[in-house]
């Protein structure tokens, strides 16, 4: 069983999220050394923020420190001018008060929105953290927001905004499935997209398996990516990936072979087709299936 479904945890502390993902990037395709040096940004970020973050609110001025030690309702207007504060300190705890105040109000996500575009990068990450703190009801409000967000050019965006999805949960799916198949443009949107998705667990294999079969090899390859970054979970997968280690675009045969590998001794039953792929034309894909091989047969 998932452990994160049988727990109902699908969320990723920040820190192993990062290092997950970069214990994960060598066996990736050129986007992953540009996302590799994103997330060991992100990790170096969070630790200074977060240490700048509790400076600061042990010294904040008595009545910004009282706003923000309980946070009720009747303290959302104010924190909300928070936001526009200059003191950069302030609209970062700003944001972070907002999301202990359940539920959250329009107007909380709605300033929290305008936070992911704060002129300091700091600000933007406490923001995309937040979301990943509101309600259920508020998280409907949140997640079309975050959507655009992470199709954002700007990267560290665009990863915040990733960071705050992984948090909502299989609700995000549906979503981050269609913003695959309309294929934007930025290679960093389809790699955080995919890494999301593969964040979910299982919950998540059943629409990877739907977008492997798309009519677009560019989607098939993120599908396959997304795929083989989920691990041992996307067990259901084998039988599309045995059909992707045959596709005419060497680059999903690539994410095929990887992600075969990556699903571990449960795979034993595509061994036969992985062998046949180290006489592969490609010779990345000869590499990846031998890989493979080993992982599976635990080698």
């Known amino acids: 069983m998932d452990a994160r479904k049988s727990t109902g945890q699908y969320r990723t502390p920040f820190f192993g999220l990062c290092?997950?993902?970069?214990?994960?990037?060598?066996?990736?395709?050129r986007g992953m050394i540009v996302m590799e040096k994103r997330y060991a940004f992100g990790i170096a970020l969070s630790a200074a923020v977060a240490t700048a973050a509790i400076f600061y609110r042990v010294n904040a001025p008595k009545p910004f420190a009282e706003l923000i030690e309980e946070p009720t309702e009747e303290a959302v207007p104010a924190l909300l001018e928070a936001l526009k504060d200059e003191n950069k300190h302030r609209r970062m705890l700003a944001a972070s008060a907002l999301g202990e105040i359940q539920p959250a109000s329009k107007e909380a996500v709605a300033g929290l929105a305008e936070a992911l575009n704060?002129?300091?990068?700091?600000?933007?990450?406490?923001?995309?953290?937040?979301?990943?703190?509101?309600?259920?009801t508020a998280k409907e409000d949140a997640l079309p927001i975050l959507i655009e967000a992470l199709n954002n050019e700007d990267t560290v965006a665009s990863l915040h905004a990733s960071f705050a999805l992984s948090s909502f949960g299989p609700d995000a799916i549906p979503a981050l499935i269609e913003l695959l198949?309309?294929?934007?443009?930025?290679?960093?949107?389809?790699?955080?997209?995919?890494?999301?998705?593969?964040?979910?667990?299982?919950?998540a294999i059943p629409s990877l398996v739907e977008l492997l079969k798309d009519e677009d090899d560019f989607v098939r390859v993120f599908a396959g990516l997304a795929l083989a970054h989920a691990g041992p979970d996307a067990k259901d997968g084998i039988p599309a990936l045995l059909e992707a280690l045959k596709d005419q675009e060497k680059k999903v045969r690539r994410m095929a072979a990887m992600a075969l590998g990556h699903i571990g001794p449960d795979a034993k039953d595509a061994i036969p087709a992985l062998t046949e792929a180290l006489d592969d034309e490609d010779e990345v894909?000869?590499?990846?299936?031998?890989?493979s091989l080993k992982q599976i047969k635990g080698e």
């Open 19 to 29: 290092w997950k993902h970069l214990a994960w990037i060598e066996h990736s395709e």
């Open 118 to 136: 704060d002129k300091d990068e700091h600000v933007r990450l406490f923001a995309a953290i937040t979301f990943g703190n509101l309600g259920p």
């Open 181 to 203: 198949k309309n294929r934007p443009e930025s290679l960093q949107t389809n790699v955080f997209a995919a890494f999301v998705l593969s964040e979910f667990g299982s919950a």
């Open 285 to 291: 894909v000869q590499e990846k299936a031998a890989k």
